[in-house]
């Protein structure tokens, strides 16, 4: 385990670990700010992250922006990350492997950051973070904490892009998400 991100995101440049370093362009560390009370994770990267090599820059990450936005959540003061670092084939859901291969770099990430408050974006960061018996739409919305770190699945921006009525949902999520914060900072 690493001590500082920059030790911890050197030492993955070259991973090879699982079947995913053969097509990436770019490893998707994470962005943020390091010392983040909120922590967003999402399943693994797209074209676009890919390409940039940043999380959440394509249609999806856009549409989360907005979300930010509107809600006045800047995405500098949160961090954003994944469960897998490196783009699955056609945005397929990342396998057991190959998540077994990269979760230990996210969980050095979230003891490196010492979130209050992770965000599960999707189905995939729910069951692998969590347990994998969650379901995402009978959890989505309800607090779920597990120690000291308040969990809060919601959908991930990709699905309100194929249904907007989520976005109220999303929304309504990531409200409850900032007065959590407040009500953990007081």
């Not at 990436?24 to 693994?44: L, P, T």
């Not at 999806?60 to 469960?83: C, F, H, P, S, T």
Request: hydrophobic content about 35%; aromatic content about 6%.
């Amino acid at each position: 385990m690493y001590e500082k991100m920059e030790e911890l995101q050197q030492a993955i440049q070259n991973c090879n670990q699982c079947k995913l370093c053969k097509n990436r362009k770019n490893i998707v560390f994470g962005v943020g700010n390091e010392k983040a009370q909120i922590m967003f994770i999402g399943e693994g990267p797209g074209a676009d992250e890919d390409t940039q090599g940043i999380p959440f820059v394509g249609k999806a990450g856009q549409l989360m922006n907005k979300a930010l936005d509107a809600l006045g959540i800047e995405r500098e003061k949160v961090y954003i990350a994944n469960i897998v670092k490196c783009r699955p084939p056609n945005n397929r859901d990342p396998e057991p492997d190959e998540v077994s291969s990269c979760i230990n770099y996210l969980r050095n990430q979230v003891m490196i950051i010492k979130p209050k408050i992770i965000v599960l974006l999707g189905r995939i960061s729910l069951q692998n973070i969590l347990e994998p018996e969650y379901k995402i739409t009978a959890s989505r919305g309800k607090w779920v904490e597990k120690k000291g770190i308040f969990y809060m699945p919601t959908w991930h921006p990709a699905a309100l892009l194929r249904d907007e009525t989520k976005k109220i949902d999303f929304i309504h999520d990531l409200k409850q998400v900032l007065k959590k914060e407040q009500e953990l900072n007081k």
